[in-house]
C-alpha cells in the first residue's frame, strides 16, 4: 500500500526527491490541500490516533494533489504542515490546533477511510472536502442512553472478572453509572477533567464502604475495581506508547503526561474515600476480598461482554463490535490461562496484546480503516484495574512498600499492553508487505511465462 511507502519515508528509510524545476500547483490550491490535510489530521489525532499514523496521513492526502515536498509536524497539540513550490518560491505553512480529544472510533474510522482513498487517487478536492464535512455532521451510531448503560456495563463485567459476583456487579453498574452523571454535571461548570475524573470514580469506592458498614454481603473490594475499569486511561496509553516506539518522543511524553494525570485523578479520588473508611472502621479495606476467577467459559462471555460495552462507550462502529466480543474473550483466556500455565502477568499480557495488535492491524488493513476500533476495545480484560486498587489500599494502610510494588506492577502491565499492541502491528506491516512481495513476483512469473509461450508459438 502506498501508506507504507509514506511511513518508510518519515522513518527515515527512503530520501525525498529532488526539488521540481517548475511550480506543478497553484498557490491557492495549495492552500487549500494543506487546509484539507490539516483539517483530517486534526480529527485524527484528537480521536487518539499515533502521531506517526497521522503523519502518514498528511503524506498521503498532499501527494495525493501534487504537493511533493511538504513538511510535516505532529505534537500532541499543534499539527503543522509547510509546502514550497520549488527554490525560488516563498513557503506555504498552516498549523491546527488540537483542543479537545474525543471518542467516537466511528467518526474515527471514517476518516481514515477517507484519507487512505485520497491517497490513492480518484478522490477530488471538492468531494474530499464534502465527505470530511459530513463526516463531522454524522451523530454518534447509539442512543445516549446506550452510551450510559455501557459504562454501567464495563463496571459490572469488570466486577465479576476480579471474583466480585452477580451482586456486587449491580452495585457496580449503578455507580458508574452515577459515576458517569456527576461527571457530565460538573463538566457543564468548566471544571478540569482531573476533578471530573476525580468525581467520577468516587461513587464505587462510597457504596463499598456504605453497604460494608450496613452488613451488606457484597464483594466491596469488586465494587471499586469495577469503578476503576470505567476511568482507566487504555486509549491514551496506547497512543503514548506508539508515539515513543516510533520516535516520536515529544508527544509520547505529553501522551504519558496525560496518563499520569488521568491515573492520579483516579487515585486522589479513590484514596480519599478508602482513607475515610479505613477511619470508619469499613473491614473490606482489611480484608481485601478479590479473588481470580476460575477458567470458565461462562467467564469467557463476560468478558466479551466487557469488550462490546467499551466497543459502545467509544462509539466503534456496529460492524466491529464482533471482533470486540471475540477479542476480549480471547484477551481474558490469554492471562488467565497464562497465569495457570506459570507465566508472568507481564509477559501474558504482552503476548496476548501483541496477538490483538496483530489481528486487529490485519483487518483494518483489509477494511481500509484504523486500527483502533479493532483493538482497543479488545484489550479491556487485559487493563490493570485490580493492581491499581491494590496500590491505593496498600498505600492508604500505611503501607507503602507494597503499594508502590503494586504500583509497579499496575504500571509494567500497562507498558506491556502498549508495547504489544504496537509491536502486533509492525508485525501486521511486515506481514502485509512480504505478500505484496510475492504478489508481485507471481504475477512476474506468470508474465514470463505466458512471454514465453507466445514467442515458443511464434
Known amino acids: 500500500m502506498q501508506s507504507d511507502e509514506h511511513r518508510t519515508r518519515i522513518r527515515g528509510g527512503v530520501p525525498l526527491t529532488g526539488w521540481p524545476e517548475e511550480r506543478t500547483v497553484e498557490p491557492s490550491s495549495a492552500t487549500r490541500v494543506i487546509d484539507l490535510a490539516l483539517r483530517i489530521g486534526e480529527l485524527l489525532l484528537a480521536s487518539g490516533e499515533g502521531s506517526e499514523d497521522v503523519e502518514v496521513a498528511l503524506a498521503g492526502i498532499t501527494e495525493a494533489y501534487g504537493l511533493h515536498r511538504c513538511e510535516t509536524n505532529v505534537t500532541f497539540t499543534v499539527i503543522t504542515l509547510s509546502y514550497q513550490p520549488s527554490l525560488t518560491d516563498t513557503p506555504i505553512s498552516l498549523e491546527r490546533v488540537v483542543r479537545h480529544r474525543t471518542v467516537d472510533y466511528t467518526g474515527l474510522a471514517d476518516l481514515h477511510r477517507l484519507a487512505v482513498e485520497i491517497s490513492l487517487g480518484g478522490v477530488s478536492l471538492e468531494e474530499a472536502y464534502g465527505r470530511l464535512a459530513a463526516i463531522r455532521r454524522n451523530k454518534y451510531?447509539?442512543?445516549?442512553?446506550?452510551i450510559v448503560a455501557s459504562l454501567g456495563a464495563i463496571a459490572a463485567t469488570a466486577a465479576i472478572l476480579v471474583g466480585g459476583g452477580y451482586r456486587a456487579s449491580l452495585v457496580a453498574f449503578v455507580c458508574a453509572i452515577?459515576?458517569?452523571?456527576?461527571?457530565?454535571?460538573?463538566?457543564?461548570?468548566?471544571?478540569?477533567?482531573?476533578?471530573l475524573l476525580a468525581?467520577?470514580?468516587?461513587?464505587?469506592?462510597?457504596a463499598a464502604i456504605v453497604l460494608d458498614r450496613l452488613g451488606v454481603n457484597v464483594n466491596s473490594s469488586a465494587v471499586v475495581v469495577g469503578g476503576v475499569f470505567t476511568v482507566l486511561p487504555g486509549r491514551a496509553l496506547v497512543a503514548a506508547i506508539q508515539d515513543g516506539l516510533t520516535g516520536f518522543y515529544?508527544?509520547?511524553?505529553?501522551?504519558?503526561?496525560?496518563?499520569?494525570?488521568?491515573?492520579?485523578?483516579?487515585?486522589?479520588?479513590?484514596?480519599?474515600v478508602l482513607m475515610v473508611g479505613r477511619h470508619v472502621g469499613a473491614g473490606f479495606i482489611v480484608d481485601e476480598q478479590l479473588a481470580p476467577v476460575r477458567a470458565e467459559p461462562a467467564y469467557a462471555v463476560v468478558a466479551a461482554a466487557l469488550g462490546v460495552s467499551f466497543a459502545v462507550a467509544v462509539h466503534t462502529p456496529r460492524r466491529i463490535l464482533p471482533f470486540a466480543a471475540g477479542g476480549a474473550a480471547f484477551s481474558w483466556a490469554g492471562v488467565t490461562y497464562g497465569a495457570q500455565w506459570g507465566l508472568s502477568p507481564v509477559i501474558a499480557t504482552?503476548?496476548?496484546?501483541?496477538?490483538?495488535?496483530l489481528i486487529g492491524y490485519v483487518a483494518a488493513r483489509t477494511q481500509r480503516t484504523s486500527a483502533l476500533p479493532y483493538v482497543i476495545p479488545a484489550i479491556g480484560p487485559l487493563l490493570p484495574g485490580s493492581a491499581v486498587y491494590?496500590?491505593?489500599?496498600?498505600?492508604?494502610?500505611?503501607?507503602?512498600?507494597?503499594?508502590l510494588?503494586?504500583?509497579?506492577?499496575?504500571?509494567?502491565l500497562g507498558l506491556g499492553i502498549g508495547a504489544g499492541v504496537n509491536l502486533g502491528g509492525e508485525l501486521a506491516r511486515v506481514l502485509g508487505r512480504m505478500s505484496r512481495q510475492k504478489e508481485l513476483v507471481s504475477r512476474f512469473r506468470q508474465r514470463l511465462g505466458s512471454g514465453g509461450s507466445a514467442m515458443g508459438g511464434e
Not at 451510531?141 to 446506550?146: I, K, S
Not at 452515577?178 to 476533578?195: A, E, I, K, S, T
Not at 515529544?250 to 480519599?272: C, H, K, P, Q, Y
Open 405 to 412: 510494588a503494586s504500583l509497579e506492577t499496575a504500571v509494567s
Open 199 to 206: 468525581v467520577a470514580a468516587v461513587p464505587g469506592a462510597i
Open 350 to 357: 504482552t503476548g496476548t496484546a501483541m496477538t490483538i495488535g
Open 141 to 146: 451510531p447509539y442512543p445516549h442512553w446506550v
Open 250 to 272: 515529544i508527544t509520547a511524553s505529553a501522551r504519558l503526561l496525560e496518563v499520569l494525570f488521568m491515573i492520579g485523578a483516579l487515585v486522589s479520588g479513590i484514596t480519599l
Open 178 to 195: 452515577v459515576g458517569d452523571f456527576l461527571y457530565r454535571r460538573l463538566g457543564r461548570l468548566g471544571l478540569p477533567p482531573f476533578y
Open 390 to 403: 491494590f496500590a491505593m489500599l496498600q498505600i492508604t494502610s500505611g503501607d507503602s512498600g507494597r503499594g
